[in-house]
């Protein structure tokens, strides 16, 4: 599908994307056993309105909980959560759902979760477009130009238990933007899909924002995926541990001074490593275990990253 066609969403227009910051985020899950699983332990956060994001990590390091919670569909047990002015962190089940039918849109993982699978693609929109009023719904673009735009032109009465997954899920993206929202969030949008349909859900999520400005934060595992988007988040352990901007990679620092090595590194330097860090420079540091050599002033980029600085026996 040619990504020259602008999706205009009438009279709702362009809504802008919106901004988040999270600060402290902790989400805590109560097992049936009655045990507390900690799902995240502090994350700090901004994103800015139009930004695209992709969220990597770890199954288990609190990717889907985050997103969950950037979606007020479920509240943080502490710390604050804002989405442009609004503190959603603070808000009520009222105010929340109305956030989330109008200003925010969450594709949950797995296209049937978001879909009424007996019914056909034309009445899926017109169920997510139920908390519009009737006024913006008049002016909203039909509902046949956007399957057209997601390239169902011909499944517009078709029943969802009938389609494909590529189908699905790209009728879950146009359910997803039917009420032009600001933020556009999405669980593992491509997982399950063949390469042909992972990228033409891709390319119409990055088409669609395109045209809507709407800020976008996916959660994928796939590298092809993340690699569309011009920055990366990855959790650890319930924390943003490093981020990925326009192709450079970076640790991130986070509470308390808490520093997630990098994979690769983590292996070389397993938990427990005992560690010097010595500040070298105004902006450079050096990690080294004990016994190794301290690199000279000036020592490589390599050594001041949290690279293994050579080993040699002190004697
Ligand atoms: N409903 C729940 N009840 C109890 N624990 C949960 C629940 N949902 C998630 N968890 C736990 O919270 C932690 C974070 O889970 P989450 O699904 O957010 O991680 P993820 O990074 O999205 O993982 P994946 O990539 O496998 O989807 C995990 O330890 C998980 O087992």
Redesign the pocket.
Known sequence: MGSDVRYDIGELGRPGGIGIRCQGVVHL???FEGHD?V??QGVDLTIEPGERVAFL??????????LTLLGGIQKPSAGRIFLGDDEISRLGERSLAKIRSRRVSTML?GSTRNLLPYATARQNIAFARLAMTSAERRNAVLDVDLLRRVGLADQVDQVVSTMSGGQRQRLALACAVSTGPQLLLA??PTSQLSHEDRDHVIELIHGLGDDLDTTIVV?T?QPEVAATFPRTVT?KG?RVGAEGRDGAEYVVIGAEGVVHLPTHLAEQWPQGTLVRIEPEEMDRLVVSRPGARTPAVGGTDTDTRGHAAPQEDPA
């Open positions: 899950y109560r097992t699983v799902a995240l990590g770890p199954s288990g390091s609190g990717k889907s909980t985050l993982q669980d593992e959660v595992h959790m319930g």
